[in-house]
């Protein structure tokens, strides 16, 4: 089962992991409301879709006042989205996120999936966030850090350590992605997830990590488990 963005954050936020503010909207009028109540100058419309590549598919847009807001809002809920990983379908948007605008220092990649050749839990990370990290692994694998999580013991942080140094990221991320990390593992061995994916992940204008994206995939097999 997939799970839409402003679903996947709500998670995120439930388990402490930092996401942008950000409203759900399915009619234009909706979105102007939730941009009022966000505040600010500037917002994010993020059509609402189970796809990465969005954006290069115009369904993410930086807008400065409340008529782009509401313009942007119906264009996207009147447009269906296709990108490399749609398998040709166009989908429709029924919804669109609206989220503050976030200044954005660095973009690096992180996710969680189950490794199933390892037989275990595996984190992927990369300073190339942002973009088709699949692309990435192709022509520089050498830019993806890998760290599995033993079955017994679990996530430990020294393995965070591993994965933000790795990075290159400064002792202060290193601390915040140690955190993000775990809860991260948290969640996903709390909703029997299949699939967790931050991307980007970044760095933003006041120097902190921000998970300024989400997608999450869930087992289908462990719906029984988790009516909500």
């Not at 409203?23 to 609402?48: F, N, S, Y």
């Not at 692994?137 to 599995?148: R, S």
């Not at 079955?151 to 290193?174: D, E, I, P, W, Y």
């Amino acid at each position: 089962m997939n799970f839409h963005e402003y679903q996947a954050k709500e998670l995120f936020a439930a388990y402490g992991i930092p996401v942008p503010a950000g409203t759900i909207a399915r009619t234009p009028d909706e979105a102007v409301i939730a941009a009022q109540g966000l505040g600010g100058h500037a917002w994010v419309v993020k059509a609402q879709v189970h796809a990465g590549g969005r954006g290069k598919a115009g369904g993410v847009k930086l807008v400065r006042n409340l008529n782009e807001v509401r313009s942007e809002a119906n264009r996207m809920l009147n447009m269906r989205v296709t990108t490399y990983q749609t398998g040709g379908l166009a989908l429709p948007v029924d919804s669109v996120l609206i989220a503050e605008a976030i200044d954005i220092e660095t973009e690096l990649y992180l996710s969680v999936l189950i490794d199933r050749v390892n037989r275990c839990v595996t984190f992927m990370g990369s300073a190339a966030g942002g973009v088709d990290i699949e692309q990435v692994a192709v022509d520089e694998p050498e830019k993806i850090v890998t760290v599995q999580v033993d079955n017994t013991t679990g996530f430990q942080a020294f393995q965070a350590r591993q994965m933000g140094f790795g990075m290159g990221l400064s002792t202060k991320h290193v601390r915040q992605l140690t955190r993000i990390m775990a809860a991260l593992y948290r969640l996903f061995m709390d909703k029997d997830l299949s699939l967790m994916e931050v991307n980007p992940l970044i760095i933003g204008g006041n120097d902190n990590l921000l998970a300024l994206d989400a997608k999450i995939n869930m087992d289908d097999n462990a719906l029984f488990r988790h009516p909500e």
